[in-house]
């Protein structure tokens, strides 16, 4: 990995979560970001945009796929792999963040190791 | 069908079929459908979401199953599906059997476990698979022709179709519960951990595990019988089950190991809940009459809190090293690991 291996935005109204994935992004060399929901991660992405987004679904305000859905209409939102991360695991949930432009999914719990799966299918897949 | 097309047909349906033995997913036509579909790559979504669930370690049970065939095998599509599925596998029979002598023993093994499989008792649940299978029956019956390789690619396939009979077997009894003690089996222990950390995770509330081995089973066994070695499983589950909140998941972990998952619970509540199962075997001992009599069933039990984003194998890991130490201390105590953190 490079000094820093890319930007990354947490987003989760979850703050133990976002302190979990901050440990693990940290550790990878990724500079990082946090954002309790849709909207101010919207923001966030309006003022820089980030190489990475590990999203939550469930949050008040803006949940996950209504955040995926707006940035991928906003100017430069096709180009963050957007990994959808969260405690729903049926088909339905999986098929509609697919469709909707996730890149990937990561079931919660994660650790270390699953995240890194992941970041590995995002940035290394064929 | 083409010659390439057989062949083509052939290795997706032998991928199909080796992938749906990995998993354990019981042979139905609506399973096969999918897996079949999964591997001749004709729909990228299936493709994908099947790759998440994988990629998450994420069991296919029934739901799921289910839910995959609903979201992409509409049901107007449902019947062509199971007939095209069908076709796959008798051409794939076609080729196994094409040119094989049908009087030859290998054939009438063949003929003999195909129906042997369609014969089983399992009609109303698995209709559809019998009518697939006697199809095959059928077809492979109207087939003739000699050769070595055929025979041995028919061995093959009886072989893998006995295996799918199996799973499908499994799939039946063991969904989620322990046949002798009625608690969850180890398949749903898994489901549930992984359930109960993840939102345990999200919410930081507490978790705690339990894991509970009766002390010198193995003497039980010995000295007693298996039968009564059963009876002591048996009150143990029914212990643990009277001893725990609405919330709490009892699973059986595997030979005389139970687990129990405790929600909103922290590293001292969870030793008290362990204490107090201990001492409810002492206060309600088994009642049987036994020569020479029963001793009393006793518990070693190891407690651990999750670790949010700790892998799930090293919470369990701790559990068990925790109840090692109670063990290695002299039995019928429990023992906390402290969370690292």
């Known amino acids: ?126 | 069908m083409s010659v390439d097309d057989i062949v083509k047909a052939q290795s997706i349906a032998d991928s199909a079929i080796a992938t749906m033995q990995r998993l354990e997913i019981p042979a139905t036509p609506a399973n096969y459908a999918i897996w079949y579909e999964y591997h001749a790559g004709l729909s990228p979504n299936l493709q994908r979401t099947i790759d998440v669930l994988i990629s998450n370690r994420e069991s296919f049970n029934e739901t799921t199953l289910q839910d995959l065939y609903a979201t992409f095998f509409s049901t107007a599509k449902e019947a062509q599906a199971v007939r095209e599925i069908s076709v796959h596998a008798l051409a794939t029979l076609q080729e196994i059997v094409g040119v094989a002598d049908l009087a030859s023993d290998d054939a009438h093994q063949f003929g003999h476990a195909l129906q042997g499989f369609a014969s089983k008792g399992l009609e109303e649940r698995f209709g559809n698979l019998k009518n697939l299978i006697v199809n095959l029956v059928e077809e492979s019956k109207s087939m003739a022709g000699r050769s070595e390789y055929v025979g041995i690619r028919m061995r093959e396939s009886a072989g893998k179709i006995e295996a799918l009979e199996r799973n499908l077997e499994n799939a039946i009894l063991d969904s989620t519960m322990d046949g002798l003690t009625g608690v969850a089996n180890r398949k749903s222990f898994d489901a549930i951990i992984r359930k109960s950390a993840g939102e345990a995770m999200n919410s930081g509330d507490d978790l705690a595990m339990l894991m509970i081995d009766i002390d010198h089973f193995k003497r039980v066994n010995d000295t007693w019988g298996h039968q009564t070695g059963d009876i002591v499983l048996r009150h143990l589950a029914k212990t643990l089950q009277k001893a725990v909140r609405g919330g709490d998941h009892v699973a059986r972990y595997g030979g005389e190991e139970f687990a129990v998952i405790l929600p909103n619970t922290n590293g001292q509540a969870a030793v008290s809940v362990a204490e107090n199962i201990r001492l409810a075997l002492a206060r309600e001992p088994i009642q049987i009459e036994l020569t020479p009599p029963i001793t009393p069933t006793t518990v070693s039990i190891g407690a651990a809190c999750y670790d949010p984003g700790e892998p799930l194998a090293e919470w369990v890991g701790r559990a068990d090293a925790a109840l090692y130490s109670a063990k290695r201390d002299g039995r019928d105590r429990v023992e906390l690991n402290e969370c690292p953190n």
């Open chain 1, 1 to 126: 990995m490079n000094a820093t291996s890319g930007f990354c935005l947490l987003v989760d109204d979850s703050l133990l979560v976002r302190k979990i994935a901050r440990k693990i992004f940290t550790r990878l060399s990724f500079e990082v970001d946090e954002a309790e929901n849709g909207q101010i991660a919207l923001d966030k992405c309006q003022s820089r945009m980030p190489d990475v987004v590990l999203l939550d679904w469930n949050m008040p305000v803006m949940d996950g796929l209504e955040f995926l859905k707006s940035l991928r209409r906003t100017e430069g939102g096709r180009g963050p792999a957007v990994i959808f991360c969260t405690t729903e695991t049926d088909v339905e949930h999986i098929q509609k963040a697919l469709a909707n432009g996730a890149n990937e999914y990561l079931m919660k719990p994660f650790d270390q190791e699953s995240l890194i799966a992941k970041l590995d299918l995002v940035f290394f897949r064929k």
